[in-house]
């Protein structure tokens, strides 16, 4: 809430210097092809929330050095890098009013990529462990809280980044250091409530 009140109250000029300096922290604005750059192991991702502005929309993207995760589930690791390795996005966007938790989101897999930030593990082990846990994790969202794109302020609701930054946490994940700019990721400082991780009925 603080960063929009600061967003609203900046002088047009300053908050035009502020946008100027997003948009320069960017990478180059590039869709990416079917197979993309290889990234081995966990990375934070994100692309634009709006193609206009430099806001981003968070998600995590996982290539598990360990094969046999595509074998046991083909319905998440679906997708193919430019080096052959199973792949698949886990990010949140809009639903019917309500905050979708979604693997493979069409925007997550092909618009450009404006930050990205590996997330290393140890070893292979607590890779798998990670992996699990996020899928799990996810496993146990009930897709029931409402959606807002800037929480608090647009609504009562939740948005992606508040979703990547709640995953993150729950599988003892650090938050993306790119999140810390100044209106970067809204969102990122609020996380969803435990009561939204309820285990679905069967």
């Not at 897999?109 to 996020?134: C, H, K, M, W």
């Given at each position: ?16 210097a ?38 981003q929309?968070?998600f ?7 094969a ?23 990010g ?48 146990s ?32 994940l ?29």
């Amino acid at each position: 809430m603080a960063c929009l009140l600061l967003l609203i109250l900046t002088p047009p000029a300053l908050l035009g210097a502020l946008l100027w300096r997003l948009y320069g922290l960017e990478a180059p604005r590039s869709p990416l092809p079917p197979r993309p750059p290889a990234r081995p192991g966990l990375w934070y991702c994100s692309h634009r929330a709006d193609r206009r502005f430099p806001f981003q929309h968070l998600f995590i993207r996982l290539t598990p050095s360990d094969a046999s995760w595509a074998g046991r589930r083909p319905d998440l690791f679906s997708q193919r890098d430019a080096a052959g390795s199973a792949y698949c996005t886990l990010g949140a966007g809009p639903r019917d009013g309500k905050l979708y938790l979604e693997f493979n989101r069409g925007f997550d897999l092909g618009d450009p990529v404006g930050f990205e930030e590996p997330i290393p593990s140890a070893d292979s082990a607590q890779e798998n462990l990670r992996i699990a846990t996020l899928l799990d994790a996810a496993d146990s969202y009930g897709q029931e809280l409402e959606f807002a794109a800037w929480s608090r302020i647009s609504g009562r609701g939740y948005n992606c980044n508040s979703m990547v930054r709640t995953l993150a946490g729950r599988s003892g994940l650090p938050r993306p250091r790119f999140s810390r700019h100044l209106l970067l990721c809204p969102g990122i400082g609020r996380g969803l409530p435990d009561t939204a991780f309820a285990k679905r009925e069967a």
